[in-house]
């Protein structure tokens, strides 16, 4: 969709149609036993969009039991061939009815569209075509072995699907960050359950009819809506049939999802949290790590695991960095997702505004100084009820600060000097997370330099977001277990076992 057809479309807000979401499950939409459920809120303007079912124990069975019944049918039996021709469809389908899963997308998050136009959607598709091309190309190791009485042995890998593997995806890229676990599961063989977050249910039951449009069959792909704890999330990670359980959220809920995976010893696949820096030296070429920064600080809204909450600037371009940061900030345009001329949407629900306008006052208490930004901005009366928050650039903060070592997920950052690029690296992975950095100079060979000591399971010199889907992803310490990406899905993805044939 080109912007300027997205211009021209009738504003959310006056599509009055309802948005409810139902279970997916076996093949059929349902709405579940439970009768109870949530209203789907846009943040946009706080509209209530639709209604969603809470799956409880049953439907997390029903799901179970239909992904376990399709292994062990028509989808166990498929050719890779077969399998990757249809999800090579699923791809396609996605392609075709992309204005649906971009409206659908953006009333969920209140994302620019133009955002999700470039980024969300189109990775939703790219996700099953990429992990197609691995699956058909899957080789394993093999020895000869000397044996003593000189005949010798050959051993061979042989690589299967894991299973059933549970999807627990979080809100801030729905439909990407979900088919990018369900794409290389189904590529490998295996069949899901997905529980999507609560605050973004449509792009995940959308994805089912996609699932049924090309003839996927039946259990291979299964939606159960719900919360986590003592709901469906929880009930699908403790279930006994369930094989492997790859999560994307944050640290602390993957922490409790560890202890429910300990239940039955099932593997787990983590994407968690970060707080990531931006090293800009100071022979930056300026202009582009002020537009890349502007980028992973302020990108929806902040809420993306990679973008930058802490920038460290060497002192002699210090002063002129933080100036042009605040004008970059200042410019952007907070609006409706349909809106081109939008850079900013509103944060996901007014209930994570309150969580980022905590530490917004928590900076100030410990001593910030606020650049720009801070609170809540004025907008217009059909939008204030909305989930908006100012873009926010900070300076003076003391290293130990809460809004320099954890993580807030809004369009926020704090910038702080340095001198050397010991001192850069030092303060630079003094978090417990792990998951992305960013390093700004024209020097390559300060690039590998500082690129190899930076405790990150991706670090972007240059550039941000930047990304190729055969690479390995993941975070180092707390902000993951495992890699997911090219060949490195088959790690978790598949089972590896060796066969050996004494001759
Ligand atoms: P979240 O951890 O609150 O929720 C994620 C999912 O887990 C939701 O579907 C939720 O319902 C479910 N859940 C919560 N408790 C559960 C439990 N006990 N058992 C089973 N399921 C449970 O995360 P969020 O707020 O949706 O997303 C934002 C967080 O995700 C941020 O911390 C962000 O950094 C992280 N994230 C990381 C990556 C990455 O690739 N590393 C990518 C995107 C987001
Ligand atoms: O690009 C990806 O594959 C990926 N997992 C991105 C994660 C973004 C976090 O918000």
């Not at 490195?488 to 089972?495: A, D, G, Q, R, V």
């Amino acid at each position: 969709m080109t912007v300027q057809a997205i211009h021209k479309r009738a504003s959310l807000a006056q599509s009055n149609a309802r948005r409810d979401a139902a279970h997916f499950i076996n093949g059929t939409f349902t709405a579940g036993s439970t009768n109870r459920g949530w209203d789907n809120h846009c943040p946009v303007d706080n509209s209530v969009i639709g209604f969603v079912p809470e799956g409880g124990k049953v439907e997390i069975d029903q799901a179970v039991s239909a992904a376990r019944a399709a292994l062990e049918g028509p989808w166990g039996r498929m050719s890779v061939v077969e399998r990757t021709d249809l999800l090579g469809a699923v791809a396609d389908e996605i392609t075709r009815r992309f204005d649906e899963f971009l409206e659908a997308e953006s009333l969920d998050t209140g994302k620019p569209m133009s955002l999700a136009s470039h980024i969300d959607i189109p990775r939703g598709a790219a996700n099953f075509k990429m992990f197609t091309d691995i699956a058909k190309t899957i080789s394993t190791e093999c020895f000869q072995t000397p044996t003593v009485d000189g005949t010798g042995a050959i051993n061979y890998g042989v690589r299967r699907p894991k299973g059933v593997i549970a999807v627990i995806s979080p809100w801030n890229l729905p439909l990407l960050l979900m088919t990018w676990k369900v794409g290389p599961a189904l590529a490998l063989g295996n069949t899901v359950v997905v529980k999507p977050s609560e605050e973004t249910p449509l792009t995940a039951t959308l994805l089912g009819e996609v699932m049924n449009k090309v003839g996927i069959p039946k259990g291979v792909y299964n939606v159960v809506h719900g919360f986590g704890p003592n709901s469906a999330g929880e009930f699908l990670t403790q279930h006994p049939d369930v094989n492997g359980i790859t999560f994307t959220g944050e640290t602390r809920t993957g922490e409790a999802i560890m202890r429910q995976a300990a239940l039955g010893l099932r593997q787990v696949s983590f994407e968690l949290g970060g707080k990531n820096p931006a090293i800009v030296f100071a022979d930056a070429d300026l202009d582009k790590a002020i537009e890349g920064t502007t980028r992973s600080v302020f990108s929806n809204t902040g809420q993306v695991c990679l973008g930058t909450e802490r920038i460290y600037v060497q002192r002699p371009i210090f002063d002129e960095f933080v100036c042009r940061l605040k004008q970059a900030a200042e410019t952007l345009r907070l609006g409706r997702p349909e809106d081109p001329n939008t850079n900013l949407g509103p944060l996901v629900s007014l209930e994570h505004r309150e969580k980022v306008l905590s530490f917004y006052r928590k900076a100030v208490e410990e001593g910030a100084t606020v650049i720009t930004g801070g609170s809540i901005p004025e907008m217009p009366e059909d939008l204030a009820a909305g989930a908006w928050v100012q873009p926010t650039i900070w300076t003076g903060l003391p290293d130990h600060a809460a809004a320099v070592n954890e993580e807030i997920f809004g369009p926020c950052c704090h910038i702080r000097p340095f001198d050397t690029e010991e001192e850069a690296v030092s303060v630079a992975n003094s978090t417990r997370y792990g998951l992305a950095a960013a390093i700004w100079t024209e020097s390559l060979s300060r690039a590998h330099r500082v690129a190899s000591r930076m405790e990150v399971g991706i670090c972007w010199v240059n550039s941000w977001f930047l990304r190729d889907l055969r690479t390995a992803f993941g975070g180092s310490k707390t902000s993951g277990i495992g890699r997911e990406g090219g060949v490195h899905s088959l790690e978790f993805y598949t089972e590896l076992s060796n066969v050996c044939i004494k001759l």
